[in-house]
């Protein structure tokens, strides 16, 4: 009870100072409807000969762009990119007296903001299917849909557990938000974020794939569009979980050892 | 003007101090940069293994949208990357300094920060820029470099019309970070060819946003697919856009009252 009413104040906070400036808030979303109608015609140019391109039909091209625009709004949170500027300003400070876990403080601050984010992404996904009449392509499969439903949720643990432990680079450089930058880009583009990943080259593909980031939303919507069967889906789910263990023992690391060197300097 | 200059010059110079002071940060931001771009190239080259025209423009053609897109977002960049600090020197009442010295406020704020790392990344983008019009055979043409040079030009004065309109807003409204992002977003329509997008959505991006204006016309201008009549409306757009700009400024000068100092 303790956990959910400590987590759940953090929760309702953040959600409150994401509608604090809804002008900011609204230029926000727009910016992501801008994303999402770019692919949405790249995808329908591409397939106005033959209907389809590079093994996927129109309406599983059209499902994974509005797809990555839920996805991306429920998944990639931007709250965990602040502990860079509070470690460097000496804000961290006040957290550490705080009676609960930084990382958690953090988590629930982050799906405060994407709560938002997501409510405001499927009214944008519903309102641009109907004014652009487009088909999508529904899962019936029952298995697929569940490993899909639990695919998300290790992919929401494991975009957290890699954004955290980049910003902890704040306690070894103050030029940590650099490191921030490159890697949001490498995560833009290996997750699936633009395009389906298996239309690169097999080589390129290779190795996209031997990093985390393709379990962050290319593949919970492979298996949504059952591009993955139930034993691929279940070997991708895996992955997901081996990498997230692997960044929360890191993040585990890196605090103990960042504690240590904090000086709070900034306060 | 020479005065300009060498404030500009100056500024620039205290920008780079600041680069090599943080190199860790700017050589990530460069690296990512790199990346970002390189990414892109390899969509548009894993789009042509399954496809030999997009939207009627063949790959290299394809190619010179992108790479003119990317031209005119790191020149803004590099040139007036100072705006992405006006909303802090807003909210923390630095703008008053900016105020009180002998240089025109919208100037100093623009051009305060001229990112050295963006001005470096311009060489690549320009060469491949001349490797790809030297593959397109219809564009072997002073004609056509000419024309590409000039909408390139009026494309820049569109966009610094829209920095500035941003710096208005944000004296307006102090928590309107997501404006100038919104513009960068809005840039990435020129990523591609325009006839992919329906015909009000063009007509949007061409009048209201006007991105295509921007990024596509000069291209367009370079492979003569465009009419006479467009090129006419870039040309009064561009100067009615800044003029636009410009009267915005003053009035959100008349608004701004400090927060604090």
Same mark, same amino acid.
């Given at each position: 009870m303790m956990l959910c009413g400590k987590y759940g104040a953090v929760f309702l906070i953040s959600w409150q100072r994401e509608l604090e400036y809804r002008f900011n808030f609204v230029l926000g979303r727009l910016r992501n409807i801008v994303t999402m109608l770019l692919l949405y015609f790249v995808?329908?140019?591409?397939?106005?000969?033959?209907?389809?391109?590079?093994?996927?039909?129109?309406?599983?091209?059209?499902?994974?762009?509005?797809?990555?625009?839920?996805?991306?709004?429920?998944?990639?949170?931007?709250?965990?990119?602040?502990?860079?500027?509070?470690?460097?300003?000496?804000?961290?400070?006040?957290?550490?007296?705080?009676?609960?876990?930084?990382?958690?403080?953090?988590f629930?601050?982050?799906?405060?903001?994407?709560?938002?984010?997501?409510?405001?992404?499927?009214?944008?996904?519903?309102?641009?299917?109907?004014?652009?009449?487009?088909?999508?392509?529904?899962?019936?499969?029952?298995l697929l849909a569940l490993l899909f439903l639990v695919s998300l949720a290790m992919a929401v643990a494991l975009f957290f557990a890699l954004s955290y432990l980049i910003s902890l680079l704040a306690f070894w450089s103050r030029e940590a938000l650099g490191p921030r930058f490159l890697f949001d880009w490498v995560?833009?583009?290996?997750?699936?974020?633009?395009?389906?990943l298996d239309i690169l080259p097999a080589s390129v593909l290779a190795l996209v794939k031997a990093l985390p980031f393709a379990g962050i939303m290319y593949l919970p919507l492979q298996i949504y569009?059952?591009?993955?069967?139930?034993?691929?889906?279940?070997?991708?789910?895996?992955?997901?979980?081996?990498?997230?263990?692997?960044?929360?023992?890191?993040?585990?690391?890196?605090?103990?050892?960042?504690?240590?060197?904090?000086?709070?300097?900034?306060? | 003007m020479r005065k300009y200059c060498r404030i500009w010059l100056q500024l620039t110079r205290l920008a780079i101090g600041t680069y090599f002071s943080n190199a860790l940060d700017y050589t990530s931001?460069?690296?990512?940069?790199?990346?970002?771009?390189?990414?892109?190239?390899v969509l548009i080259g894993s789009l042509f293994r399954f496809t030999d025209s997009l939207a009627g423009y063949t790959k290299h053609e394809a190619v010179l949208f992108f790479?003119?897109?990317?031209?005119?977002?790191?020149? /803004?960049?590099?040139?007036?990357?100072?705006?992405?600090?006006?909303?802090?020197?807003?909210q923390l009442g630095n703008f008053d300094f900016v105020l009180s010295k002998p240089v025109d406020p919208l100037f100093y704020s623009l051009s305060r920060l001229t990112d050295i790392t963006d001005l470096v990344f311009l060489l690549p983008i320009v060469a491949l820029i001349s490797w790809t019009m030297n593959a397109i055979p219809a564009l072997h043409s002073l004609s056509s470099i000419l024309l590409y040079?000039?909408?390139?030009?009026?494309?820049?004065?569109?966009?610094?019309?829209?920095?500035?309109?941003?710096?208005?807003?944000?004296?307006?409204?102090?928590? /309107?970070e997501n404006f100038i992002w919104l513009y960068r977003e809005a840039m990435t329509i020129g990523r591609f060819p325009p006839e992919i997008y329906a015909a009000p959505i063009?007509?949007?991006?061409?009048?209201?946003?006007?991105?295509?204006?921007?990024?596509?016309?000069?291209?367009?201008?370079?492979?003569?697919?465009?009419?006479?009549?467009?090129?006419?409306?870039?040309?009064?757009?561009?100067?009615?856009?800044?003029?636009?700009?410009?009267?915005?400024?003053?009035?959100?000068?008349?608004?701004? /009252?400090?927060? /604090?100092?």
């Open positions: 995808w329908v140019s591409l397939t106005e000969k033959t209907g389809t391109f590079a093994g996927y039909s129109r309406a599983e091209l059209i499902t994974y762009v509005f797809g990555i625009n839920i996805l991306r709004s429920l998944i990639l949170g931007t709250q965990s990119k602040q502990v860079v500027v509070d470690i460097n300003e000496g804000m961290f400070s006040a957290y550490l007296v705080m009676p609960m876990s930084h990382v958690l403080r953090a629930f601050s982050e799906l405060a903001q994407r709560s938002i984010s997501f409510l405001t992404a499927i009214a944008e996904v519903a309102l641009f299917a109907l004014l652009l009449g487009v088909t999508f392509f529904v899962q019936r499969d029952g995560l833009e583009f290996a997750s699936g974020a633009y395009f389906p569009l059952g591009r993955v069967g139930p034993g691929g889906a279940v070997t991708g789910i895996l992955l997901q979980l081996f990498w997230t263990g692997i960044t929360s023992l890191i993040i585990l690391v890196a605090w103990k050892r960042g504690l240590r060197r904090y000086t709070g300097e900034g306060m | 931001y460069f690296i990512g940069k790199l990346v970002r771009f390189g990414f892109f190239l790479l003119t897109f990317n031209f005119i977002d790191v020149c /803004s960049q590099a040139l007036f990357r100072g705006i992405y600090q006006f909303r802090r020197d807003i040079a000039g909408m390139l030009f009026l494309g820049m004065i569109i966009v610094l019309g829209i920095h500035i309109i941003s710096a208005s807003v944000t004296i307006w409204q102090v928590e /309107s063009q007509l949007i991006f061409t009048v209201v946003i006007p991105i295509i204006t921007i990024v596509a016309f000069p291209v367009k201008a370079a492979l003569q697919v465009i009419n006479g009549k467009w090129l006419a409306f870039a040309l009064i757009y561009a100067v009615l856009f800044l003029r636009l700009s410009l009267f915005l400024w003053g009035r959100a000068l008349k608004k701004y /009252s400090s927060a /604090s100092s």
